[in-house]
Nanobody, 120 residues
Framework: QVHLVESGGGLVQPGGSLRLSCAAS????????MYWYRQAPGHQRELVAA???????NYADSVKGRFTISRDNAKNTIYLQMNGLKPDDTAVYYCNAVVSVAKGTFSSYWGQGTQVTVSS
């Protein structure tokens, strides 16, 4: 069994910063690409950022230049540094990971989500 646990959400004023963390634990052979998604009320879940094990990163246009995704392979953990936050960034942020529990296997796992609220 694999578990993803997010932390770091909260309430912040516009222009402020937050750092999210997501740690994978359990029966892990290898953690492959990891992702941050978000879902605002009344909206579909959308991809925010992705990072491979190399690492190669990719961002949604709406967060480029403001958000930075990084990872610590030794800890099976990814981070999302969010600067210049806007009210439109308000959402539940979810971590997703493609994990190999044995060589040649690939399964997708989700965290429980962490709320980010940007408001004055």
């Amino acid at each position: 069994q694999v578990h993803l646990v997010e932390s770091g959400g909260g309430l912040v004023q516009p222009g402020g910063s937050l750092r999210l963390s997501c740690a994978a634990s359990g029966s892990i052979f290898r953690v492959n690409t990891m992702y941050w998604y978000r879902q605002a009320p009344g909206h579909q879940r959308e991809l925010v950022a992705a990072i491979t094990s190399d690492p190669i990163t990719n961002y949604a246009d709406s967060v480029k230049g403001r958000f930075t995704i990084s990872r610590d392979n030794a800890k099976n953990t990814i981070y999302l540094q969010m600067n210049g936050l806007k009210p439109d960034d308000t959402a539940v942020y979810y971590c997703n990971a493609v994990v190999s529990v044995a060589k040649g296997t690939f399964s997708s796992y989700w965290g429980q989500g962490t709320q980010v609220t940007v408001s004055s």
